[in-house]
């Protein structure tokens, strides 16, 4: 437990590695958050089926990745785009919790809070 804990706030920690920018310019570190939005959804779905009690835990997370990084246009669209993909993706395959879906929550755990302290490494102030 202590570890999802421990993942969840080094994945908050990445939701405020960017300032708020007024344009809707493509920004380098896009592609990471893309990919950190579709963990998200693919957690939020994976947990909820999992019996995690959580509830929107993962969207809520998800809500504040946008909030923090303020995207507009076709860059918010994007992420949102990928939080359903993560979702919807695993929907399709899985309908009840499975030790394969236990491994991978473990998986996507490990993977977003590898691409949150990277994007904390390289973009934080």
């Given at each position: 437990?202590?570890k999802?804990a421990?993942?969840?706030l080094?994945?908050?920690?990445?939701?405020h590695v960017?300032?708020?920018?007024?344009q809707?310019?493509?920004a380098?570190?896009d592609?990471d958050?893309?990919?950190l939005a579709?963990?998200?959804?693919t957690l939020?779905?994976?947990?909820?089926?999992?019996?995690?009690?959580?509830?929107?835990k993962?969207?809520?997370?998800?809500?504040?990745?946008?909030?923090?990084?303020?995207?507009s246009?076709d860059r918010?669209a994007r992420m949102i785009a990928?939080?359903?993909r993560?979702?919807?993706?695993?929907?399709q395959t899985?309908?009840?919790?499975?030790?394969?879906?236990t491994?991978?929550?473990?998986?996507?755990?490990e993977?977003?809070?590898?691409?949150?302290?990277?994007?904390?490494a390289r973009?934080?102030?």
């Amino acid at each position: 437990m202590l570890k999802h804990a421990l993942a969840a706030l080094i994945l908050i920690s990445a939701f405020h590695v960017a300032p708020a920018r007024a344009q809707d310019a493509a920004a380098p570190f896009d592609g990471d958050l893309q990919r950190l939005a579709e963990i998200l959804g693919t957690l939020h779905y994976l947990r909820g089926i999992c019996g995690s009690n959580e509830g929107a835990k993962w969207r809520n997370e998800m809500q504040a990745l946008i909030d923090a990084e303020t995207p507009s246009g076709d860059r918010r669209a994007r992420m949102i785009a990928g939080f359903n993909r993560g979702y919807n993706g695993f929907q399709q395959t899985y309908r009840t919790c499975t030790p394969a879906a236990t491994v991978a929550i473990r998986r996507y755990i490990e993977e977003g809070s590898k691409i949150s302290r990277d994007l904390t490494a390289r973009y934080a102030n």
